[in-house]
């Protein structure tokens, strides 16, 4: 999600809200897509233990066509010829069993495939099925031709009958036994599945509260960031005037009376140049801070902004500044990137009290352009390390705290990122090298 760049605090409450509600859709979303998933699994479940209750019904009713088989086949015996033939029978057995493994409609009935482990005592059904189909069939065939049946064919005929009764029932008592499981499963998944919902529920709304905060903080800062820049926007035009006059009276007075002055006289007029002068800067910082003006973007060399950077800074005799020798060219806002600049290599100058190096590197990695500026200061301490670009922050007695965040907004308004990382202390530019001038 891109960030937004605003000119007034309305737009930027708006944007927080939109992100406010996007992330609370996010989380009703997820909700319910849990609660949907769950009863797709349940749903699921219940229709394979629906159809396996089908295979049950149609299993024991196979136990009674068997019977029903060696009924007819004993009226043709007895010579009932009139009554239903046995085939029929057989072979709505045989689609009853063929059904029972391979799933389909019989009687208005679905099933479902056999489950694997349920085939090995289908096999023993269909195989007595086939030997009890043969002998019924050969029996009805003799009949016809008026060759007699014994009576060691008819109880062999009998006993076929009841070994399939008996695979049959055990059949039956395994699928009785699997849909039994099955819903003991279903109803220890039901109450799985409410917990994870109601966890998940609770663990959502802490999320939509955490968000809300956030949030909530957000817009209280912004707001506080509103208020400043409403109030520096004034005290820019009240100030300014007065700070120059001061300025100026100090720089006409110092020179009348230089030659008049001891060295007392002369430190109070230093500080009160220094004081003057700090008062600008925190102006200045809280201007640039609150001023988020539209790109100027150009085709700028890195090198040259660097060049043009370090003629306006002052550098003690104790620091050392290593430009790189190669260059890179981008689109870009060359005064705002100069402002970033300054301010990172101003910062280096500052923690290097007792002196020295900053080594400044550009790296071109494809799209990106990459500039480094690193010192051999002592580093940022770990526990401000996720501040130091929060509006306000600052460690400095006389630090605005607006510096590093006016930075951060240049950069990411150029479409960039900044970083930084210690031992050594290296704050990292990365910039496209055609970003959109535009709100994002």
Same mark, same amino acid.
């Given at each position: 999600m891109k960030k937004c760049v605003f000119n007034n605090n309305e737009q930027a409450n708006l944007c927080h809200t939109m992100k406010n509600i996007i992330k609370i859709g996010?989380?009703?979303?997820?909700?319910?897509?849990?609660?949907?998933?769950?009863?797709?699994?349940?749903?699921?479940y219940q229709s394979q233990q629906k159809f396996l209750g089908n295979s049950v019904d149609v299993a024991g009713k196979n136990r009674f066509l068997t019977e029903k088989v060696l009924l007819e086949t004993t009226d043709y015996l007895t010579g009932y010829h009139y009554k239903q033939d046995p085939l029929l029978t057989l072979t709505q057995l045989d689609d009853n069993i063929r059904v029972l493994k391979d799933g389909g409609i019989i009687s208005e009935k679905e099933l479902i495939s056999l489950p694997a482990g349920l085939l090995p005592q289908w096999e023993l059904v269909h195989s007595n099925f086939v030997d009890y189909k043969t002998s019924v069939e050969d029996i009805r065939g003799n009949l016809l031709k008026a060759i007699p049946v014994t009576d060691n064919e008819f109880t062999s005929i009998k006993e076929k009958a009841d070994k399939l009764v008996d695979v049959s029932n055990t059949l039956v008592s395994a699928l009785?036994?699997?849909?039994?499981?099955?819903?003991?499963?279903?109803?220890? +998944?039901?109450? $799985? /599945?409410?917990?994870?919902? =109601?966890? @998940?529920? &609770?663990?959502?709304?802490?999320?939509?509260?955490?968000?809300?905060?956030?949030?909530?903080?957000?817009?209280?800062?912004?707001d506080r960031l509103a208020t400043i820049g409403s109030l520096s926007s004034t005290l820019s035009h009240d100030l300014r005037n007065p700070l120059s006059v001061i300025k100026n009276t100090i720089v006409i007075m110092r020179r009348k009376y230089e030659n008049d002055m001891d060295e007392t006289a002369k430190s109070h007029f230093s500080r009160i140049e220094s004081a003057v002068s700090s008062i600008q800067n925190q102006i200045e910082d809280t201007?640039?801070?609150?001023?988020?003006?539209?790109?100027?973007?150009?085709?700028?060399?890195?090198?040259?902004? +660097?060049?043009? $950077? /370090?003629?306006?800074?002052? =550098?003690? @005799?104790? &620091?050392?500044?290593n430009l790189p020798e190669n260059d890179l060219v981008i689109k870009c806002d060359n005064k705002k990137l100069e402002r970033v600049f300054a301010n990172l290599i101003?910062?280096?100058?500052?923690?290097?009290?007792?002196?020295?190096?900053?080594?400044?590197?550009?790296?071109?990695?494809?799209?990106?352009?990459?500039?480094?500026?690193?010192?051999?200061?002592?580093?940022?301490?770990?526990?401000?390390?996720?501040?130091?670009?929060?509006?306000?922050?600052?460690?400095?007695?006389?630090?605005?705290?607006?510096?590093?965040?006016?930075?951060?907004?240049?950069?990411?308004?150029?479409?960039?990122?900044?970083?930084?990382?210690?031992?050594?202390?290296?704050f990292t530019v990365r910039l496209p090298k055609s970003p959109q001038d535009k709100c994002r």
């Open positions: 996010l989380v009703i979303a997820i909700q319910v897509s849990l609660i949907f998933t769950s009863f797709v699994i349940l749903g699921q009785a036994k699997h849909s039994k499981d099955l819903s003991e499963f279903i109803m220890s +998944l039901q109450n $799985v /599945l409410m917990l994870v919902n =109601i966890s @998940a529920h &609770i663990l959502l709304i802490l999320i939509v509260i955490r968000i809300l905060r956030n949030e909530s903080t957000k817009i209280m800062k912004l201007l640039n801070f609150v001023r988020i003006s539209p790109l100027h973007l150009e085709s700028n060399s890195l090198l040259k902004i +660097l060049d043009s $950077v /370090l003629q306006t800074i002052m =550098i003690p @005799a104790n &620091i050392e500044i101003t910062n280096s100058i500052q923690v290097m009290k007792n002196g020295g190096k900053i080594n400044i590197r550009i790296k071109d990695q494809f799209d990106f352009g990459l500039i480094e500026i690193e010192d051999t200061g002592a580093g940022i301490p770990n526990n401000i390390m996720p501040k130091i670009f929060d509006p306000l922050f600052t460690t400095k007695q006389s630090g605005t705290g607006l510096g590093l965040a006016t930075c951060k907004n240049i950069v990411e308004q150029h479409e960039g990122t900044i970083t930084v990382n210690n031992n050594p202390t290296i």
